[in-house]
C-alpha cells in the first residue's frame, strides 16, 4: 500500500532552507537570492536529499509563479521617464548582450566541436538567456534597482530575454493559431491595464481582502496559462504587464510592497532553491 505525500512535510523542509539560506545572507551580506541557488545546489548533491527535499507539482508550480512576479515587479520597477531616457542605450546593450554570446557559442559548437545545427542552435541559445528574476532580486537588495544604472540594466535584461524567446520561437516553436490569440491579447491587456488597474485602486483599493493584489495575479495568471497553451513563456508578458503599470505604481507603492512580500516570503525561495536543486551532480562533472 502506497504512503500518502505529506505536502506538509515537504513544504516545511523547502521553507527550512529558504530560512537557513535568508540567515546566511543576513550573516553574509550577500543577495538571498545566490545563496538559495547555492543552498539548493549543495543540498541537491547531499545522498538522500531528494527523499526530504522533495520535487512535486506543488513546489514547481510555486517555483513557476515565483519566477513570474519577480519578473513582473522588476518590469513594475522600471520608472517609465527614465526608460524613455535610456531607451538607446538599454536596447543597444541588451541586443549585443543577447547576439554576442548567441553567435559566439552557435559556431563554436558548429565549427569546432562538429555538433549539429540544431544542437549549435540550443547551444547558443542556452549559453545568451539571462534571468530577469535573479537579476532583479540582487539589484532590490543592494539598492541599485532605485538608480538610473539599475533601471537601465533591468531593461536591457528583458531585451535580452526577449531575444532568447524569439530565437526559440523563429528555430523551434510550432506557429499556430493559439500563438496568433497569445499575443493579440496580450497586446490588448498591455493597453487596457493602465486605466483598468488605476479604476480598481480607486474604487476597491485599499480593502482588507486585497482585490488589486488579486486583479492583478488573475491577469498574470490568465496570461500565464494562454502562455503556456501556446507553447510560449509566461514571464514574457508578465514583464510587459509590468513596464505598462509601472507609471501607474510610481504613485502608489504600497501595492508594490506587498507584492513583494508574498513574492520573498513564499514564491521566490521554490524559485531560486530549484535552480540550485536542479544543478548536476558532482559525481557527474567532468572536472
Known amino acids: 500500500m502506497r504512503t500518502a505525500v505529506n ?12 530560512l537557513l539560506a535568508s540567515l546566511i545572507s543576513i550573516r553574509l551580506g550577500i543577495s538571498v537570492a545566490l545563496v538559495e541557488l547555492v543552498v539548493g545546489a549543495i543540498v541537491g548533491n547531499i545522498p538522500g536529499s531528494a527523499e526530504i527535499v522533495q520535487q512535486t507539482e506543488f513546489t514547481n508550480f510555486l517555483a513557476t509563479v515565483g ?8 518590469g513594475a520597477e522600471i520608472d517609465p521617464d527614465s526608460l524613455r531616457r535610456n531607451w538607446k542605450p538599454s536596447l543597444s546593450l541588451g541586443v549585443v ?16 566541436l562538429g ?16 534571468s530577469v528574476a535573479v537579476v532583479y532580486a540582487v539589484m532590490l537588495e543592494s539598492g541599485l534597482n532605485r538608480q538610473e544604472i539599475g533601471k537601465l540594466i533591468l531593461a536591457a535584461c528583458f ?8 530565437a526559440l520561437g523563429g528555430l523551434f516553436a510550432d506557429f499556430n ?27 476597491v483599493g485599499g480593502r482588507i481582502s486585497e482585490p488589486e493584489i488579486k486583479f492583478l495575479f488573475f491577469v498574470l495568471f490568465g496570461l500565464g496559462g494562454l502562455a503556456a497553451a501556446a507553447h510560449s513563456e509566461a514571464v514574457l508578458p508578465a514583464y510587459l504587464i509590468g513596464l505598462v503599470v509601472a507609471g501607474v505604481f510610481r504613485d502608489d507603492r504600497i501595492i508594490v510592497d506587498r507584492l513583494r512580500t508574498i513574492a520573498f516570503a513564499l514564491l521566490t525561495p521554490f524559485f531560486f532553491l530549484r535552480a540550485g536543486l536542479l544543478s548536476p551532480p558532482c559525481s557527474q562533472s567532468r572536472w
Not at 97 to 112: E, M, N, Q
Not at 190 to 196: I, K, S
Open 177 to 203: 493559431w493559439l500563438l496568433a490569440v497569445f499575443v493579440v491579447v496580450t497586446a490588448v491587456v498591455m493597453w487596457l491595464m493602465p486605466r483598468l488597474t488605476r479604476f480598481v485602486l480607486r474604487t
Open 115 to 130: 555538433w549539429s545545427w540544431p544542437a549549435s542552435e540550443i547551444a547558443g541559445i542556452a549559453l545568451s538567456t539571462t
Open 67 to 74: 519566477s513570474v512576479v519577480l519578473t513582473f515587479l522588476a
Open 7 to 18: 505536502m506538509y512535510w515537504i513544504a516545511a523542509a523547502w521553507i527550512g532552507l529558504a
Open 97 to 112: 548582450s543577447f547576439a554576442a554570446p548567441f553567435l559566439g557559442a552557435l559556431f563554436f559548437a558548429r565549427l569546432v
Open 159 to 166: 531585451i535580452t530575454d526577449l531575444g532568447t524567446v524569439l
